[in-house]
């Protein structure tokens, strides 16, 4: 036992005064605690025949290729252009309450990328740092320089620019099987959640903003398509969280549950591939991972991506500095801006997008490059030049496309649906009658318990009969298991009454 | 030196982790229960979730879902329990591990294959969520049901059986009269390990598409609208719920004890 003592206090004291040697020689270095969605950012290990093959002015190597995860590459960056080092601690969230409630708890990151909601949020808190002038004008400023001018615009209107940089953004939509549903009309609309001849075909997302937003497409949709709304206006309707429409929507919620199949949190891709449902409520990137997978699935199905047109959810997930966890440490500081800046290197950006299909907030020919080798059309395709100037800034930015991959609106001109570089990139058209949604405040609470009451069973809404069924069963229950119990002494008590 | 160890510290590792992450948890979900947002005491919560028929209506179909659940389980668990530890096969611990066995696979995995199974056999499996969600916690829990009646089973005494027939009780009498009976604890701390968590697994749910919240998706729902007070109010009063189920079954496991002597 002595000899047991001995040894586990050496081994304690060993690792004592390891880790104090480690604090002295990591002194130099800085960790930088990232967290961010998961799947949101290239791990690499591609295959060789997934080589990019477009002009890298960025890389070393001819194309664009993610051989090593992202983080690496950064920190191997970081490390040879500095004269200190940084460790990344990567760690991932899977929703934004999950990472505002961790936040809450006193986890410390020192950069998380939550979406534009969550990021009104913080900074209407107070809880984010500031970007340094540095950030955007010093060396290696690549988010400065390649920022699309679209999502700078968005940003500065919204007032976000001084505290996030843009990371990913899309809209929100219908990704569908054009064989399996009648008329095309149909899933430009957000009835197609009500549509009763799908009945139990279509997936909507298990998450209280994307369906209360859905609903609301529903409510004013006569108003929406009648069309002329400034800007202002379509986000006042859209971003409605009036007491009487909070009502109306737990009404059509209600329906749109005994209508679609489930509200699901992620099983909507696999069933969606696998041909369960014909219809899935989803975000732009998910629906570009669908496609993918549903064509190159043994089934070989394509699949569509559609915007409806009464509005489409515009979304930005942005990179935000956490104040309490950068506690005015300036190396920790630049480190998390070098990290943003890294990833905005449009080859960086491009690798990201082509490992998780979202669509980068970085613009540059580098990116268009990457537009125009995935999507250009084949020689014998007939073409359909489509303009993102919107997005990639001054200049003639027109992907030529296959024609086949878009699909047209009533007057033959605008379009509403079509497949990946569609859900990309939605086209100038679809931007002009899309909002951000805003952050509920406090109404949160209020609109949370019209979500509680869509989901939960109404006492109200139970039949009378399943109600006396139900009692008379469990009361028979109850006398059996109290007779089952006192037999003995019933039976004790019977014998002293009457001694037969 | 010699180091002595009184058999009551032998406790204290689990004293230890039943104070950290028991006890102490415990206390700050009562906190949260009983104080609104900004911390004072309130009953509001209380109010929210028993004045509202719609989390009212979640208890009762928690309850029928768990109910149901466990009746399932337990038609199916007894008689293979029963055939188990009444059967002559030397190797009969193969055979139980053929029916724990699932448990080694992951629980989300099992899931996921049943859900693709009951597509196949009901096509649309979104038009049966309940059912569904009964088949899926019953083909989770049945082991749970399973080993404590097949171990209670396999202590009765033979004797016991022999000594009824020799009565003259036919083999339905004595089933009903000796082995039923015996088999009583097994029962209920079978109905107990399936009943509790079948109120709140609402993985299961979720993974077979019922769009009806139990227990505890509705207190998931209120931790991610960031209100932590309502959630823990109705996690608390699921504790107060499974201390009440624990309270009568364990009376009802004593008296069988008392009353083995009796009939003895």
């Known amino acids: ?500 | 030196m010699v180091l002595r160890f009184n058999r009551k510290q032998l406790c204290i590792p689990y004293a230890v982790f039943l104070v950290l992450f028991v006890i102490v948890p415990l206390f700050v979900i009562a906190y949260y229960a009983f104080t609104d947002g900004q911390g004072k005491l309130s009953f509001e919560n209380f109010e929210n979730f028993f004045l509202n028929t719609n989390t009212l209506g979640t208890l009762l179909y928690s309850f029928a879902l768990a109910i149901v659940t466990t009746f399932v389980c337990l038609l199916i668990a007894y008689p293979t329990a029963y055939i188990l530890a009444r059967s002559n096969f030397r190797k009969k611990h193969v055979l139980l591990m053929l029916f724990v066995l699932p448990m080694w696979i992951n629980f989300t995995l099992r899931i996921t294959a049943l859900k693709e199974i009951l597509s196949a056999l009901e096509g649309n499996i979104s038009a049966y969520p309940f059912l569904n969600s009964v088949i899926g916690m019953s083909y989770d829990f049945l082991p749970f049901m399973i080993l404590p009646l097949y171990t209670s089973l396999l202590k009765l005494d033979k004797s016991l059986l022999e000594a009824a027939a020799d009565l003259g009780g036919n083999k339905f009498t004595v089933f009903l009269r000796v082995t039923l009976p015996l088999s009583v604890p097994g029962i209920i701390s079978g109905v107990t390990m399936v009943l509790l968590p079948s109120m709140t697994n609402y993985v299961v749910l979720d993974m077979l598409y019922n769009s009806t919240y139990i227990m505890g998706s509705l207190i998931g729902s209120y931790f991610s609208a960031y209100d932590w007070n309502n959630g823990s109010m109705i996690a608390l009063i699921l504790l107060a719920i499974i201390f009440v189920v624990t309270l009568v079954t364990d009376r009802f496991s004593d008296k069988d004890t008392a009353n083995r002597g009796a009939v003895l």
């Open chain 1, 1 to 500: 036992m002595k000899r047991f003592i001995a040894l586990t206090a050496a081994a304690v004291c060993a690792a004592c005064s390891f880790s104090f040697a480690g604090c002295a020689e990591n002194s130099r270095e800085v960790v930088l605690r990232v967290c961010s969605w998961e799947e949101y950012i290239d791990l690499g290990g591609w295959d060789d025949d997934e080589l990019i093959d477009i002009d890298n002015p960025f890389g070393e190597s001819e194309g664009i290729f993610g051989e090593n995860s992202m983080v690496d590459d950064f920190t191997e960056w970081f490390n040879s252009n500095h004269d200190y080092k940084v460790k990344v601690e990567y760690s991932t969230f899977g929703t934004n309450e999950d990472l505002y409630n961790r936040l809450s708890l006193g986890d410390e990151y020192d950069l998380v990328c939550p979406s534009d909601y969550l990021l009104m949020k913080l900074i209407a808190e107070g809880k984010v740092e500031k970007y340094s002038e540095n950030f955007r004008t010093g060396e290696h400023a690549y988010y400065g320089e390649y920022v699309s001018p679209y999502i700078d615009g968005i940003f500065e209107k919204y007032g976000w620019n001084e505290y996030a940089a843009g990371y990913m953004w899309g809209t929100t939509g219908l990704v569908y099987n054009p064989d399996r549903i009648s008329d095309e009309k149909d899933v430009a609309s957000w009835n197609m959640l009500l549509n009763e001849e799908y009945k139990r075909q279509v997936t909507i997302k298990d998450n209280v903003r994307d369906a209360y937003f859905a609903t609301l497409g529903i409510i004013n949709s006569e108003k929406l398509l009648s069309g002329g709304f400034s800007e202002n206006e379509l986000s006042d309707i859209m971003n409605d969280t009036d007491g009487a429409t909070i009502e109306k929507a737990q009404e059509v919620l209600k329906n749109i549950k005994e209508n679609v199949y489930s509200f699901e949190t992620d099983a909507g891709k696999s069933d969606m591939v696998t041909g369960k449902v014909i219809a899935n409520y989803q975000w732009s990137g998910d629906a570009v991972y669908i496609m993918d997978e549903a064509e190159t699935d043994a089934s070989e199905t394509e699949l569509w991506y559609s915007v409806p047109e009464e509005c489409a959810n515009l979304w930005f997930d942005g990179w935000v500095m956490l104040k309490d966890s950068i506690k005015g440490d300036e190396r920790r500081k630049e480190a998390a801006e070098a990290f943003v800046n890294f990833l905005s290197r449009p080859d960086n950006a491009v690798r990201n997008m082509y490992y998780i299909g979202y669509t980068s907030a970085v613009a540059g020919q580098t990116v268009f490059d990457y537009m125009e080798w995935n999507y250009g059309a084949e020689d014998d395709a007939e073409i359909y030049e489509y303009d993102l100037s919107y997005f990639f800034g001054d200049g003639e930015f027109v992907v030529e496309a296959d024609a086949a991959n878009f699909g047209f609106g009533e007057d033959g001109v605008s379009i509403n649906r079509g497949r990946q570089l569609f859900a990309q990139y939605p086209p100038e058209e679809v931007i002009k009658r899309s909002v951000v949604m805003l952050d509920f405040g406090d109404k949160l609470g209020e609109i949370n318990l019209m979500w509680i009451n869509v989901r939960c069973l109404d006492v109200k809404d139970i039949p009378v009969a399943a109600v006396c069924v139900t009692a008379a069963i469990i009361i028979a229950v109850a006398a059996g298991a109290l007779l089952y119990a006192f037999r003995y002494k019933l039976f004790i008590k019977d014998r002293k009454n009457n001694p037969s």
